[in-house]
């Protein structure tokens, strides 16, 4: 309770920061009213690759897609699944993803399972800032990808891509550990079809 | 098993300290008035023989016409248990006394229902939101609530 008395930097009280998160999910909620475009130019580059930088690609997607560092946003119940599938009976680590770390600034995947809620959705924006490029994301069961059972809410994000752009969905509720492997496989395939000359688009 | 008391004795008692505070009674259930709803809780938390010193819970249910706050009480000495509810008319500001100074476990309760359904606790130490966040328009478990 002591600490609790301490006296509070200028702009530091309990109602300037609660004045402040609320500001920011307003300004949030304004920013982002359509779903940002998935990811998918790559599709359109088939078969136009350099044929020297082709071979380079191959290597280095190959060197990326070999060990994809996750960081997980378990916000809700598919949060077991992905645990279920870090684990031994299904166990990630055959793709080199077993660095399981919730550490943005290391990852290159960011696994988003669960409701995501407008309160929560400043701080799936910050964790997708701080990640460094290449970066992809895999929207994991129902909720992520539309809203789900609570696309009507009114505190739910309808879709985590309105926030994130979304590389891989995984669909169910919750999907099954072998969904999310099947998910990963998918998003493999992806980058090692992806052209390192080619720059991301900025979501 | 927690016996439940017959509300019409409790009733009569609350009439006997406290007259006019209550409004009807049957089952497990007593309705005690908006403006005598902390006397009558602590008259129920102090008096010997009832010690009802633990809030199970405390919820609001939206009759459109009404608000009623629904208070589940127990007694860990006695092992009896009582509902006590009390009805709120007033839509635009409704306000009823805070509970906390008697059952601590109201604090979050009633901020709660005052982030979701709009009813201001007064006498609450920290009375803000809870779930949603600053700037929230409307209050979103009522009835007549639009998105």
Redesign the interface.
Known sequence: MELNNLPKPEGYSDRDLDKKEGDGIESLQQQYKIAIEDPDAWQEEQGSHNFILGSADALINWARSSSVWPVNAGLACCAFEMISAASSRFDISRFGMEIFRPSPRQADLLIVNGTLTWKMAPQLRRIYDQMSEPKWVIAMGSCAISGGLFKNSYAVVPGVNMIVPVDVYVPGCPPRPEALLYGIQMLHKKIKKESTLQKRKQA | MTTALAATEIAAKLEAALAGSTVESNGNTVVVKDAQLLAAASFLKTTAGLDFNYLNYLTVTDYQTHFELVYDLISIEHNHHLIVKTRLTDREKPTVASVVSLWRGADFQEREIYDLFGISFTGHPNL??I??????KGY?LRKD?K?
């Open positions: 803000k939101r779930f949603l966040w600053d700037g929230f979103p609530y998105q």
